[in-house]
């Protein structure tokens, strides 16, 4: 009885000791990195965190990946904010906002970031810019508010045609996903992950790499994968990252939007997805295989297709200096309506 003691007492210990490392992280983060935006109300009682750059207009308004934050945008949003009034924002289950109270689709996100513009006081035109699964959120922006919409850039939007239920086989990689984010929000209710992340981006990493060690060819494989892409965004951010990436709600969150692809595609396919008399531009990166003729006519009736030769998946960290140039022709496009997009 005595040996069980001694061995339950200390991890009980151990346990609690986390917990209380968490919430004191967590609080301290809030007060320290959540102050540079403000939180908009929406109509469900859900709370948008919102960072609003520049002036004038079209407000350019950004849309980050499916497990992505405002922090994408950073390097971008402070350049194209010297031209134009800007805004990005943290969807539901991610970053500083509420929760999700609806599936994660396209539909739903759009909706609430209409409100969210509406309840912040942002009026239109807008250009509707959005990377990777924020690009099928844009779409569907311009869809259901055409009147609100100046543009539409999209950097290497999400293809619907590549996912389930349209393309079964990738099943796996969104069960892998769920699975993995589901392990992920324990870890982190007790201070682990905060000591990983932290560690990795604000630290030397030893404690992140022996951490991705000890979970195997996955866990290093993740680690590479997070090192690369964070990489390249500027360094005076990767604390946010990590505070971020140190909540248990981010993992909630991501499994969230992971779950609801499937629902996410057939929402795509079942409405009328043409973007009709709004100008479209689609950055698609140098090693993927281009959008066809057939893929574009299927997202707008007015779009142009532009290679980002030096860029995979994340071009806007790629290649800045194109996005921008993008965007500036765009909103130069909604000032002087002159000549269509193409």
Not at 114 to 125: D, Q, T, V
Not at 168 to 182: A, C, F, M, V, Y
Not at 222 to 250: D, I, T
Not at 308 to 333: G, K, N, Q, T, Y
């Amino acid at each position: 009885m005595h040996f069980v003691f001694w061995i339950v007492a200390p991890l009980i210990t151990l346990i609690a000791v986390g917990f209380l490392y968490q919430w004191i992280g967590a609080h301290r983060d809030r007060l320290r990195f959540a102050k540079s935006g403000r939180w908009v109300k929406i109509g469900d009682g859900s709370r948008l965190y919102m960072l609003e750059k520049g002036s004038g207009g079209p407000t350019v308004i950004f849309e980050a990946g499916i497990a992505a934050t405002n922090l994408n945008w950073c390097h971008i949003q402070e350049v194209v904010s010297g031209f134009t009034g800007t805004a990005s924002y943290d969807r539901c289950g991610l970053g500083w906002s509420s929760p999700s109270k609806t599936a994660r689709t396209p539909g739903n996100i759009a909706k609430e970031l209409h409100e969210a513009l509406k309840r912040a006081g942002i009026k239109p035109p807008y250009v509707m810019v959005g990377h990777s699964f924020g690009g099928l959120v844009m779409r569907r922006f311009a869809l259901l508010f055409p009147e609100d919409v100046a543009g539409v850039v999209l950097v290497d939007p999400m293809r619907p045609e590549e996912w389930p239920p349209l393309a079964p086989e990738k099943q796996k990689e969104i069960d892998r996903g769920t699975k993995l984010s589901s392990f992920a929000v324990p870890i982190a209710r007790v201070g682990l992950a905060r000591l990983a992340v932290t560690s990795l981006l604000c630290r030397s990493g030893k404690i992140s790499g022996q951490l991705a060690g000890a979970a195997g060819n996955g866990g290093r494989h993740v680690l590479a994968r997070v090192s690369e892409e964070v990489g390249k965004m500027p360094r005076e951010v990767w604390p946010v990252v990590a505070a971020h990436w140190s909540r248990p709600g981010y993992y909630v969150g991501m499994r969230s939007h992971v779950q609801a692809v499937p629902d996410s595609v057939r929402e795509m396919q079942d409405a009328d997805p043409i973007i009709r008399e709004i100008p479209v531009l689609v950055l698609t990166p140098g090693k993927s295989t281009p959008l066809s003729p057939e893929r574009l006519s299927s997202i707008a009736d007015n779009v142009e297709q532009v290679i980002a030769h030096e860029s995979a998946h994340w071009i806007h960290l790629d290649e800045p200096d194109l996005v921008v140039d993008s965007i500036r022709a765009m909103v130069a496009a909604a000032v002087e309506p002159v000549a269509a997009v193409g």
